[in-house]
């Protein structure tokens, strides 16, 4: 897997690219926490546009993203989702909590 | 009568949760599946082969056998280890049980893998080890359509 990151403001975009799974979930976590610790991005805009493959472990680790942000004020957002990772998006309820938006822009007009 | 089967044995490291999903899409090629059908299979072998790895070993190492049957169009997956086994089953496949919350996973492997694939058997044995075995029926659709057709 690929990550790209990339700070607008108070944001920091994450773009993935390839598979989130198990093996890949600690690389994300522990990218992110890294920059988060730097205190200079409140919010997180995750571009899933360019991920082909994603299971209940990268769910596991974005809701582990969502609540360590959302308790310090900041949001979690996602965007450019493909039909398969949206399926199970909204199979997991997590679409409940994480706004989608279709591109980074829309995003982080929002934020 | 079995058209077709593979057996595959490998070590429960994390690496080979994409090579198990690889093996797998390509065995299942030859039933020509839609590619919805192909991420239903690799998404479901993933849970299961993941599962192995952290719960089943506990993240030590053991060995994972994946077996894969093709009948007609019905692809049946097993999924087998010889570890921990599970205590409580019922429990095990609620949407969001998780007994390791502290590793961030979200209690959806089975709920995944029931709604993604036909049927899902689980035998599992506390201290012995654990099968998942899966049915799936492929080109379920186009196979409908060549009838009315
Ligand atoms: N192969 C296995 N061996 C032992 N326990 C398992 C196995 N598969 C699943 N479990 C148990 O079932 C629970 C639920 O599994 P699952 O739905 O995949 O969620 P998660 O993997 O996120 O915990 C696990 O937390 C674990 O306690
Ligand atoms: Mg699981």
Wanted: charged share 30%; glycine share 6%; proline share 3%.
């Amino acid at each position: 897997m690929e990550i790209e990151l990339k700070l607008v403001r108070k944001n920091l975009i994450v773009r993935l690219k390839g598979e989130l799974d198990h093996h890949t979930a600690s690389c994300f976590r522990e990218e992110v926490e890294r920059e988060f610790e730097k205190e200079i991005a409140q919010n997180l805009v995750l571009n899933l546009g360019e991920l082909t493959f994603m299971d209940s472990s990268g769910l596991g680790v974005i809701l582990g993203r969502y609540r360590r942000i959302t308790e310090k004020g900041g949001k979690v957002v996602v965007t450019n989702m493909q039909p398969q990772v949206e399926r199970l998006y909204s199979l997991s309820g997590l679409q409940k909590i994480i706004p989608h938006y279709r591109r980074e822009e829309e995003a982080l007009r929002n934020l | 009568m079995v058209q077709n089967f593979l057996k595959l044995e490998i070590p429960s490291k994390s690496e080979n949760e994409s090579l198990a999903r690889i093996v797998i899409s390509a065995f299942a090629a030859q039933l020509d599946p839609t590619i919805e059908e192909i991420s239903d299979l690799k998404i479901a072998v993933s849970e299961a082969v993941t599962n192995a790895i952290i719960h089943a070993y506990d993240s030590e190492e053991g060995i994972i056998y994946i077996h894969a049957f093709l009948e007609e169009n019905k692809l049946t997956l097993e999924v087998i280890d010889h570890g921990m086994g599970i205590e409580d089953l019922e429990q095990a496949r609620q949407p969001l049980f998780t007994t390791k919350p502290e590793l961030e996973r979200s209690g959806m492997g089975f709920t995944i893998m029931e709604s993604f694939m036909d049927k899902v058997e689980v035998e599992s044995f506390p201290g012995q080890g654990t099968t998942v075995r899966m049915v799936k029926e492929i080109n379920k659709n186009k196979k409908v359509q060549s009838k009315e057709g």
